[in-house]
């Protein structure tokens, strides 16, 4: 199984950005699906996830700013990022539970 995430960037304070993690294998679908982040110099952390039925939940950071979603289909879950905040700068990872498998991570830089 591989993860590749994408769609970082640098953004303005109040922006948007959406990032997208598509995975490799046939288990995705029956799999749940996270987004993570590390902040620099700071320890990795929970941002979101979402069950193999669409079950959401959110950190309370982020709850009512970000969505997570997926498209079996595709093999993708996407994270939609708005009123962005510096305090979201960070390395953002995602995660396939089933087995531990994780992206590469994708930078987004929230900044003037």
């Known amino acids: 199984v591989q993860l590749q995430a994408s769609g970082g960037g640098l953004v303005q304070p109040g922006g948007s950005l959406r990032l997208s993690c598509v995975a490799s294998?046939?288990?995705?679908?029956?799999?749940?699906m996270g987004w993570y982040r590390q902040p620099p110099g700071k320890q990795c952390e929970w941002v979101a996830t979402i069950t193999s039925g669409r079950s959401t939940n959110y950190a309370d950071s982020v709850k009512g700013r970000f969505t997570i979603s997926r498209d079996n289909a595709k093999s993708t879950v996407d994270l939609q990022m708005k009123s962005l905040k510096p305090e979201d700068t960070a390395v953002y990872y995602c995660?396939?539970?089933?087995?531990?498998?994780w992206g590469q991570g994708t930078l987004v830089t929230v900044s003037s």
């Open positions: 294998g046939s288990i995705f679908s029956i799999n749940t």
């Open positions: 995660r396939m539970f089933m087995g531990d498998y």
